[in-house]
Each structure stands twice: as C-alpha cells, then as structure tokens.
C-alpha cells in the first residue's frame, strides 16, 4: 500500500529491505558513532533494537527522502490498555528538506496507525518540540538529574543496600515490581514478556541491582545502570509504594561514592525525592511528547506529569 497524497511526488509506504538500509544510510548524519558508514548500517540492520520497529519511508523516484520507524507500546493511560506506536528516528535527506516531506510521511504513518487500532503516539523530540505540536504531540514533563557522589564531605549512613541480580533469571519478579511500582500513575508503558526481552536485548552488558531497604530482605526497589569511565547513567529503576524513594536515592548516591563513581543520573523525575539528592534540571533533547490520536483518549495535566517519569531504557 502506498500513498501520494499532499506532494504528489512522495510516495510513502513500509520500507522494502534496500529502503530501510538507505534510511539507515541517511541518518548516520545524526546518530552514526564513529564507525564506517557501511559498518553502522549493517549494524542497525541486524540489531535487536531496531528490529522491533517498522520502518517506513517517503521516496522520490528510486530517492529515500524522508524516513522515520514506528516501535509498538502499550500505555496504561487512567487505568485502560491503550495500543500506541513510538515514533524514531525522524529524517529529511538535506537536498529535500523545507518541502514538508518528513511531515507528510508521519501523518501518511499515522493513518496507517490509526487504521490498525492504535490510540496515542509517543516520541521523544531532539528538535523544537512546536514542529510536532504542529502535528498533535504534547509536550510532556522531561528532565535530567546528576549527582557528584563525592561531593558531599560528610556522607549519611547508607540506609540499605544494593545486590545485583540477572533480569533473565529474574524476569517475572522484576516484570511483577514494574507493574507495582508504576500502577498508581496515571500514565505508564506497559511492558509484557516480549517487551521485556527486547529490552534485555538492547541492554547487555548493564548492571541490574535489587535496592534491599535498611533492615528488609525482601528488595523493596531496583535499579538498572549503565557505566562507563565517565558517569554512570540510570536507564530504568523503581521504588515499591511501601518504600522510601528519599533513602533509595540517597543510598544509590552514596553506594555510587563508594564504587568511585565521577557523577550518576540521566531521565529522572523532577520528584521531591530526586530533586533532594540531584541537580535537576529541563531536558533540551529527547523530549518526551504524546499525542491523544482519537477523541475517546484520556488526556489530563496529570498526565503530563506523570510521563515525566518514563524511563530512559524505553526511549527508541
């Protein structure tokens, strides 16, 4: 199936496996990391990462001008299911730029989506977040936290304690502390055994860790980190509703001083919690934004808030 509409030279359509490498070809522009051209692009093309998404493009003859993937999710938004698709990677080849080109291809996709039942679109804008307000998306609340470890002279007494586990082997039990750390908020992505092993997937080589409150056995929170010689960064975490995020922060602080860690954070919360043990400031990139894409889906100022608490392992 494919479309012509609005410019009548773009036409767009899923992405055939020649398509999809040229896509990849083109943003290396944006996201490459260093490698050859060649190398990154045959990367993408086996990773798991990318893999989970559809890739579409708007071409101009045999030309792939415009390009952008969609990753299903599920958001539990005010208590109900809601099928969505996560927007990535949204790219203009520089010579068909200013021609609307990448704006034709996201409303052709959303048709599509709305076709196939989804509700909302959820994407995390690395530009003016007013260009895909144009389109629908609201802003959401989207902030970074950082932390020195070491700069507190007199550190408190750790209040508990971390023990690092293997999500595989501990998939049902962290799968079941997700579901009981997120159920209260008015807005969260759901994650079923599928997403869970894609994330796992995506993510080898990081450190999982239980958080076992000062004199619990039982692991009250969790937290998944990513270091490296520089920061070490928190992708995913979480604190059950009878556990204290106050002390899990500040246990998590002063156990990174401990390990001599230089300065940890990354997407967290602008909570009470978060903003009494780290410098919380707006992102400028990778802003998290949601679009109610039917008239039945729920929208509300607490929702905005609460997807300020989307975690950084779910961004595509």
Same mark, same amino acid.
């Given at each position: ?35 050859p051209v060649d190398e990154y692009v045959a990367s993408r093309?086996?990773? &798991? ?24 999710? &599920? ?22 730029r200013r021609r609307g080109h990448a704006a034709t291809l ?204 989307f975690a950084e392992c779910d961004h595509v």
């Open positions: 199936m494919s479309s012509q509409a609005l410019d009548s030279r773009l036409d767009c359509h899923i992405a055939s496996d020649s398509e999809r490498a040229a896509s990849f070809g083109n943003v290396y522009e944006c996201w490459g990391d260093g490698r093309m086996v990773s &798991v990462q990318h893999a989970r998404a559809s890739w579409w493009v708007g071409c101009i003859g045999t030309t792939v001008a415009a390009s952008l993937g969609t990753y299903p999710i &599920v958001l539990r938004v005010g208590g109900v299911s809601c099928p969505g698709f996560a927007v990535a990677a949204v790219y203009t080849r520089p010579e068909h996201m409303r052709w996709v959303e048709r599509q989506q709305l076709a196939g039942g989804a509700q909302f679109g959820l994407l995390y804008s690395d530009i003016n977040p007013d260009y895909y307000a144009a389109m629908g998306y609201r802003l959401c609340d989207s902030h970074y936290a950082w932390a020195v470890p070491d700069s507190n002279p007199q550190p408190r007494p750790l209040a508990g304690r971390f023990q690092e586990f293997d999500p595989s082997e501990q998939a049902g039990r962290l799968a079941e502390m997700y579901i009981s750390v997120q159920s209260s908020r008015s807005v969260w992505i759901e994650r079923d055994g599928e997403y869970w092993d894609w994330l796992r997937g995506r993510y080898t080589g990081h450190e999982w860790h239980w958080w076992l409150s000062e004199g619990s056995e039982v692991p009250t929170g969790y937290v998944q980190l990513k270091a490296d010689a520089s920061e070490t960064r928190v992708l995913d975490w979480g604190v059950v509703g009878d556990g204290d995020e106050r002390a899990f922060w500040e246990n998590l602080v002063g156990w990174s001083a401990e390990r001599g860690v230089s300065r940890i954070g990354g997407w967290l919360p602008a909570s009470e919690a978060v903003s009494g043990c780290f410098e919380v400031e707006r992102r400028e990139i990778e802003l998290t934004m949601l679009s109610p894409l039917t008239p039945e889906a729920f929208w509300s100022d607490e929702l905005v808030r609460d997807a300020g608490w």
